[in-house]
Nanobody
Framework: QVRFVESGGDLVQPGGSLRLSCTASGTIISIYDMGWYRQAPGKQRELAAYIARDGITYYISSVMGRFTISRDNAENMVYLQMNRLIADDTALYYC??????????WGQGTQVTVSS
């Protein structure tokens, strides 16, 4: 069974940093374009950052310059480094392949709360 497991979420003060991690079981991440998605309370889920198999990255405008997505295919991991966090970054964060096959797949996610 294929699973993508997120970790690293926490309660952090505004301006702080967190690094989220994502690992896969039952598959290898290197074959996928991978995305970090997030869902804030009362809002629709959105793709926050994306990294293609060739390393090309994409970010939504609200996180550009603050978030960095990366991948370590040898370790079967994808990361999201989040700096200068703001209250609007509070959300449940998910990672999964960015393709139609996994469009209905959602793991447990990891909670990020930005609050003083």
């Amino acid at each position: 069974q294929v699973r993508f497991v997120e970790s690293g979420g926490d309660l952090v003060q505004p301006g702080g940093s967190l690094r989220l991690s994502c690992t896969a079981s039952g598959t290898i991440i290197s074959i996928y374009d991978m995305g970090w998605y997030r869902q804030a309370p009362g809002k629709q889920r959105e793709l926050a950052a994306y990294i293609a198999r060739d390393g090309i990255t994409y970010y939504i405008s609200s996180v550009m310059g603050r978030f960095t997505i990366s991948r370590d295919n040898a370790e079967n991991m994808v990361y999201l480094q989040m700096n200068r966090l703001i209250a609007d970054d509070t959300a449940l964060y998910y990672c999964k392949p960015n393709n139609n096959y996994y469009q209905h797949y959602w793991g447990q996610g990891t909670q990020v709360t930005v609050s003083s």
